[in-house]
């Protein structure tokens, strides 16, 4: 026999050889975490007045990014409908759906998203919209046909819609272009979160008064 032991060594080593492996995996994986966590904790250290539900990402949606996914916080921990949702890189999303304990999130991605904003520096208007075309990309639509937005402006939410707070960040512009009409402008804008790797998220404890428990699973 190998190594002049018996197959129960044997077993009893590959054993402690794959739990070792298992152990150093979480070890990894915590590492990984801790630079995470601690972005959002920064993050909500610079909105003190807000009140936020921690939550982490426990399934989504078929495909490479984080467009529709769920989290494991809900009604129960106060979360509502239409809360937004952001990272310590910006604005993920909105609540689209409630549960007890969970809710799902649309991401600003998704081609059926919307979202009013501003483009910080000459604070002009228009809308942010998912664009499936653009891959993980958004369109800013509506803005003023003699806008002087460029690439490099950072876009960030209005307030205007009831649903996102302002001064939100949603991304950087990368393209400005007259609509084929040329009755305004529209841009390109490269999101900063990250859409292809979301764990957790804090959900934003305002947004339109909701009343009752009519609001739990809706989509």
Same mark, same amino acid.
């Given at each position: !026999?190998?190594?002049?032991?018996?197959?129960?060594?044997?077993?009893?080593?590959?054993?402690?050889?794959?739990?070792?492996?298992?152990?150093?995996?979480? &070890?990894?994986?915590?590492?990984?975490?801790?630079?995470?966590?601690?972005? &959002?904790?920064?993050?909500?250290?610079?909105?003190?007045?807000?009140?936020?539900?921690?939550?982490?990402?426990?399934?989504?949606?078929?495909?490479?990014?984080?467009?529709?996914?769920?989290?494991?916080?809900?009604?129960?921990?106060?979360?509502?409908?239409?809360?937004?949702?952001?990272? #310590?890189?910006?604005? !993920?999303?909105?609540?689209?759906?409630?549960?007890?304990?969970?809710?799902?999130?649309?991401?600003?991605?998704?081609?059926?998203?919307?979202?009013? #904003?501003?483009?910080?520096?000459?604070?002009?208007?228009? !809308?942010?919209?998912?664009?499936?075309?653009?891959?993980?990309?958004?369109?800013?639509?509506?803005?003023?046909?003699?806008?002087?937005?460029?690439?490099?402006?950072?876009?960030?939410?209005?307030?205007?819609? #009831?649903?996102?707070?302002?001064?939100?960040?949603?991304?950087?512009?990368?393209?400005?272009? &007259?609509?084929?009409?040329?009755?305004?402008?529209?841009?390109?804008?490269?999101?900063?979160?990250?859409?292809?790797? !979301?764990?957790?998220?804090?959900?934003? &404890?305002?947004?339109?008064?909701?009343?009752?428990?009519?609001?739990?699973?809706?989509?």
């Amino acid at each position: !026999i190998f190594g002049g032991g018996s197959q129960q060594q044997i077993r009893e080593l590959n054993e402690r050889v794959s739990l070792l492996e298992i152990e150093n995996q979480k &070890l990894s994986d915590a590492e990984k975490e801790n630079p995470r966590l601690q972005g &959002l904790l920064d993050y909500k250290a610079t909105i003190p007045d807000q009140k936020t539900v921690f939550a982490k990402v426990v399934s989504k949606s078929p495909g490479y990014m984080f467009d529709v996914f769920v989290i494991n916080a809900g009604y129960n921990q106060g979360v509502r409908k239409d809360m937004a949702v952001v990272n #310590a890189d910006g604005l !993920i999303g909105r609540v689209s759906g409630v549960g007890g304990n969970w809710s799902q999130v649309t991401a600003l991605v998704d081609s059926r998203s919307a979202v009013s #904003a501003i483009v910080e520096r000459n604070r002009d208007h228009g !809308i942010v919209r998912g664009a499936v075309q653009n891959g993980d990309n958004c369109t800013m639509n509506y803005l003023p046909v003699d806008s002087d937005a460029v690439p490099g402006d950072t876009v960030v939410t209005s307030g205007l819609d #009831a649903i996102f707070p302002k001064g939100v960040r949603i991304g950087t512009v990368t393209e400005v272009s &007259l609509d084929e009409n040329q009755l305004q402008k529209n841009a390109v804008v490269d999101p900063s979160v990250d859409f292809n790797h !979301i764990e957790e998220v804090l959900v934003l &404890l305002t947004g339109p008064e909701k009343s009752g428990r009519t609001q739990e699973g809706e989509d």
